[in-house]
Nanobody
Framework: QVQLVESGGGLAQPGGSLRLSCAASGSIVSIDPMAWYRQAPGKQREFVAKLSSSGIAEYRDAVKGRFTISRDNDKNTWYLQMNDLKPEDTAVYYC??????????????WGQGTQVTVSA
């Protein structure tokens, strides 16, 4: 069984910063890629950022230059540093990963979601 647990959401003012974390647990062999998605009210879930095991990062255009995805392989944890937040960044943020476990299964794993609200 593989679980992803997120933390770090909350309320921020426009121009402020938040850092999200996603910790994976279970009998994990590898995690690749690690990613973040978000879903605003009344909208579909959308891709935000992902990071491959080789260190290649990808971002949606709207967050380039403001958000940074990083990982700590020793802790099976990845992060989303969000700077210069805007009201349109308000959403529930979900972490996602393809996780290979010790029984050789590949798990398409999602976190439970964490609310990010950007408002003055």
């Amino acid at each position: 069984q593989v679980q992803l647990v997120e933390s770090g959401g909350g309320l921020a003012q426009p121009g402020g910063s938040l850092r999200l974390s996603c910790a994976a647990s279970g009998s994990i062999v590898s995690i690749d890629p690690m990613a973040w998605y978000r879903q605003a009210p009344g909208k579909q879930r959308e891709f935000v950022a992902k990071l491959s095991s080789s260190g290649i990062a990808e971002y949606r255009d709207a967050v380039k230059g403001r958000f940074t995805i990083s990982r700590d392989n020793d802790k099976n944890t990845w992060y989303l540093q969000m700077n210069d937040l805007k009201p349109e960044d308000t959403a529930v943020y979900y972490c996602h990963a393809l996780v290979v476990s010790e029984d050789s299964w590949t798990h398409n794993s999602w976190g439970q979601g964490t609310q990010v609200t950007v408002s003055a």
